[in-house]
């Protein structure tokens, strides 16, 4: 189990809701989520990149995206 919270979260409920409609055929729209500002969170500091995959997505998707994040990657 994992418990997530902060702006990644509306994302992975996009995802969830895109999946569970195409293999079950019904739509379920999760209630939208009280959104403060990434500077008043407690963990403002980490940063959380969601990567959707499956039947539905571009072959090698995962792959791009950390490719793509090794070479923007700049020492801070």
Excluded at 36 to 44: D, F, G, K
Excluded at 55 to 64: C, E, L, T
Aim: charged share 15%; hydrophobic share 40%.
């Amino acid at each position: 189990m994992v418990r997530t919270e902060g702006p990644a979260v509306p994302v992975l409920n996009s995802i969830f809701s895109w999946d569970w409609e195409v293999e079950t055929g019904l739509r379920y729209l999760p209630e939208l989520p009280q959104c403060t500002l990434i500077s008043e969170h407690r963990h403002a500091n980490h940063s959380v990149q969601v990567a959707p995959s499956g039947p539905g997505m571009p072959d090698g998707i995962i792959q791009q995206v950390l490719m793509l994040a090794i070479h923007q990657a700049k020492n801070v």
